[in-house]
């Protein structure tokens, strides 16, 4: 580490101005100014106008400096935070950051001060995650409001921050937060390590972040849980795990997570048990219902007719007499158009989005059935499908499942249910060898933590919840005090 020199800063901040000045060589919205103090000494504020406020720096600089009688800046700015600038990489990089530079020639320092313009939007609703019941706001693009939200569900001194630089373009800005005392170290030593080994220029999203730090990159199961909800976050850090947040990005990362995590909605903990637990039920058989029904379809109607009541047969038998497709082309068909229809629905207007849902619903639905390219029963299984989809809470996840589906149906036209059958046990076995932040991805199955099976596929009573999931080997287990 370098050594704190006075004599030598005092050399080279004398050619700091000159350098900066330089450095801000064709950049129209940059502005240096001179300003007396005093009788003889001059001081300079070098700036970039679009980065800071020009109403504060009216208000905090500008005027104080006309109306006093100071002979140093420190002595004139009085109401905002200064702070000395030690390096020459620290004032460039400070500059770019929304800070006032002011080189103090009396006293031979630089000084900072931040003024930087808060373009950032309201709070607004979640618009990933939506609830009935439960907090409306979500995080926005700025890091420190969403800092300051989670410290107001948390306001606690144990509530550690830990901030990283990365990209060496972005100077992206991260922050580590877990509560001392209560996360296990592993996590937040792992965490650290792995924030610290990122190498890579530019980072505009905390997605970005994840696929860096991720532990297993050749997957589509999400190993960061990706959220806009501060009372998630909150909840999460209280559980003993950790949370990241990215600047200029409304999503946090937490970790570790397991599977069953990107099933549970945070609504399942406003709700009474019975009814949270029924509903979590459903959002389980509608991601194997929504994964497996069109692949189940092509097995049974390309190898397994005998399966079918004689009945649904004749129904099956009369829908399908007049495509020139086989199962399988017609199910790819199907799963396909439907994927175009969703992307496009996203990337539109949202009033456009709407009208398209109705053509692709209705029109492009009942074209297909005329044309002959997919049966009416197929058409109502896809309704069923994707209507299931939308019931997993996470969005990554639907994404995957996607993939998954076609994977399952390639399986299901070659060897029938056999297949599926197969599929499934593989898609179970690669869950089994992931983790997240070292931990097992299928927790609290495998390895089997039988006291965490109260918060799985049913969620218990709230009061039944006295300890921390035992995955998260958090410092303390139990969330009663008196209990130790």
């Not at 609504?267 to 389980?284: M, N, T």
């Not at 229809?341 to 492009?364: C, D, F, N």
Request: aromatic share 10%.
């Amino acid at each position: 580490m370098e050594q704190y020199d006075p004599q030598m800063k005092i050399h080279q901040m004398s050619t700091w101005l000159d350098e900066l000045k330089q450095k801000l060589n064709h950049m129209d919205d940059a502005e240096i100014i001179e300003h007396k103090i005093g009788t003889s000494a001059s001081v300079h504020l070098l700036y970039i106008k679009t980065l800071i406020d020009p109403e504060r720096l009216n208000e905090t600089i500008i005027q104080p400096l006309h109306r006093s009688a100071c002979n140093s800046l420190s002595s004139c700015i009085t109401n905002a935070k200064v702070s000395e600038v030690l390096s020459f990489e620290d004032a460039e990089q400070k500059i770019m950051q929304g800070f006032i530079l002011l080189n103090d020639s009396v006293n031979d320092q630089w000084l900072g001060v931040q003024l930087e313009n808060p373009l950032g939007r309201a709070v607004e609703p979640s618009q990933t995650e939506t609830v009935i019941y439960g907090a409306k706001d979500s995080f926005s693009e700025q890091i420190d409001k969403n800092i300051t939200m989670l410290r107001r569900r948390l306001p606690i001194t144990t509530l550690k921050t830990e901030s990283f630089t990365i990209g060496s373009l972005s100077k992206t800005k991260v922050v580590l937060l877990y509560i001392d005392g209560l996360t296990n170290p592993e996590f937040v030593s792992l965490a650290r390590k792995k924030i610290e080994s990122v190498d890579f220029d530019q980072f505009l999203d905390s997605s970005q972040l994840a696929a860096f730090i991720e532990d297993h990159n050749h997957t589509v199961f999400p190993q960061f849980l990706q959220t806009d909800r501060p009372d998630a976050c909150a909840y999460a850090l209280g559980e003993g795990k950790l949370t990241l947040l990215v600047s200029n990005s409304p999503f946090a990362l937490i970790a570790p997570i397991t599977f069953f995590h990107l099933i549970q909605s945070p609504e399942d903990y406003f709700l009474p048990w019975p009814v949270a637990s029924f509903l979590r039920l459903i959002r389980y058989g509608s991601f194997i219902v929504s994964l497996t029904m069109i692949p189940f379809y092509v097995a049974l109607t390309t190898f397994h007719y005998q399966m079918i009541p004689l009945p649904i047969l004749f129904v099956l038998l009369e829908s399908r007499s007049k495509l020139p497709f086989t199962p399988f082309t017609e199910g790819l068909f199907m799963i396909v158009t439907l994927e175009i229809i969703k992307e496009a629905s996203l990337r539109m207007p949202t009033k456009t989005s709407q009208t398209l849902g109705v053509i692709g619903g209705i029109v492009i639905g009942q074209a297909a059935v005329e044309a002959g390219f997919a049966s009416k029963v197929l058409i109502v299984l896809m309704g069923i499908s994707a209507i299931a989809f939308f019931l997993v809470p996470n969005y990554q996840v639907t994404k995957s499942m996607v993939l998954l589906q076609i994977l399952l149906l390639i399986l299901a036209s070659f060897l029938g249910l056999p297949g599926i059958v197969i599929g499934l046990i593989g898609i179970l076995a690669h869950l089994h060898a992931l983790t997240s932040l070292g931990q097992p991805y299928l927790a609290p199955i495998a390895p089997f933590y039988g006291k965490d099976w109260n918060d799985l596929f049913i969620r218990g009573p709230l009061i039944w919840m006295k300890t921390r999931p035992n995955y998260l080997k958090p410092l303390r287990k139990w969330r009663q005090e008196m209990k130790k």
